[in-house]
């Protein structure tokens, strides 16, 4: 009777010491300290701990402190951390739902981005990858449209024909950026900035916000506003992690992430000009080109079949 006893005040105790432990949750990232990437984290941080208090403790290390963007995924894949905040499309080779990232023109505009991962099919892809590949997507945010920063002057497709651009090693990048003419190079995001001074590559394709906070205006200055593509940011976690906290801890989290992507929209939305002109201010030259030409011929891009019916389901989104 009195083990019993004293094993049920053990256990009482115990149980009381974990729920004031909480839960601790790292999060790794790519975007310097000062990036919108890295505020986009805070914002979480602080909604986070504002909605549970002292029972959970959030983490950040953004500047690749834990690694390179293919290194902290695979430590997510293995249950070494929980979460991290990057492109869906890195998910790519775990999922082939996840590479809808790297299909050229596939939103007609951001509020198009929006009704898709905020809708039924958005869940839909994001279900599927969790379920399917273990990774657990939340806050999906728009992080502006994707352009092509190039080391020589370009005025249209034409002019881009053959060049060799760094590309993510993601299948649908590789065909996208190939279908458009160019050569794509898949080198580690972290190695772009010393690729392009040294001439591996004749430029990159990211976002503005990117283009500004890695500092790629540096070593490139044409800036050919394609519109080509938008990037999805969002907090990747382990599934079988996520699915160990409990319901309060992952309404929280769900909530904390879309208050999150919601910030992110505003500062894309509030940014783009001001990011433009600090470019241009740097010695950026602005080329616009004739979008429809890029349209046209990346219309005959082969994305992997198994991608196919995500891809049709986001274009019946109106």
């Known amino acids: 009777m009195l083990k019993s006893v004293l094993a049920a005040v053990f256990a009482a105790a115990l149980t009381t010491a974990t729920a004031q432990a909480g839960v601790t949750i790292r999060i790794g990232g790519a975007g310097s300290p000062d990036s919108p990437d890295t505020k986009a984290m805070e914002v979480f941080k602080e909604k986070m701990e504002a909605e549970l208090g002292g029972d959970v403790s959030i983490q ?4 690749s402190q834990l690694g390179t963007v293919d290194e902290m995924v695979e430590q997510i894949k293995g249950g ?18 996840a590479n809808v990232e790297g299909v050229a023109y596939l939103y007609h505009d ?5 009704r898709i991962w905020r809708g039924p099919v958005g869940k839909e892809i994001l279900d599927a990858i969790a379920k399917d590949a273990g990774f657990r997507v939340l806050g999906p945010a728009f992080h502006g449209f994707r352009q092509f920063l190039l080391t020589k002057p370009a ?6 024909q053959g060049r060799k651009l760094r590309a993510p090693g993601i299948p649908a990048y590789i065909e996208s ?3 458009l003419g160019t050569n794509p190079a898949t080198i ?16 990159v394709e990211q976002p503005l916000v990117a283009i500004k906070d890695q500092r790629f205006y540096e070593v490139a200055k044409h800036l050919l506003m394609t519109n080509h593509m938008a990037e999805t940011m969002g907090f990747m976690c382990g599934e079988p992690w996520y699915q160990g906290l409990d319901k309060r801890t992952q309404d929280a989290f769900a909530k904390s992430a879309d208050a999150s992507a919601d910030w992110y929209r505003q500062y894309t939305d509030e940014s783009q000009a001001k990011v433009l002109e ?36 986001i274009r019946a989104v109106k």
């Open 155 to 160: 005025e249209s497709l034409a002019d881009i």
């Open 80 to 97: 070494v951390l929980e979460c991290m905040y990057e492109s869906v499309g890195d998910l790519g080779s775990f999922h082939p739902a």
């Open 188 to 203: 580690p995001f972290e190695e772009v900035y010393t690729a392009i001074q040294q001439g591996v590559v004749d430029g």
């Open 278 to 313: 600090d470019l241009v201010a740097q010695g950026v030259v602005v080329h616009k080109p004739d979008l429809q030409d890029f349209m046209t011929k990346v219309a005959g891009a082969k994305y992997d079949a198994a991608l196919q019916p995500y891809i049709e389901k």
């Open 177 to 179: 950026i190939q279908a």
């Open 110 to 114: 951001e509020d198009h981005f929006f």
């Open 60 to 63: 950040l290390f953004p500047s």
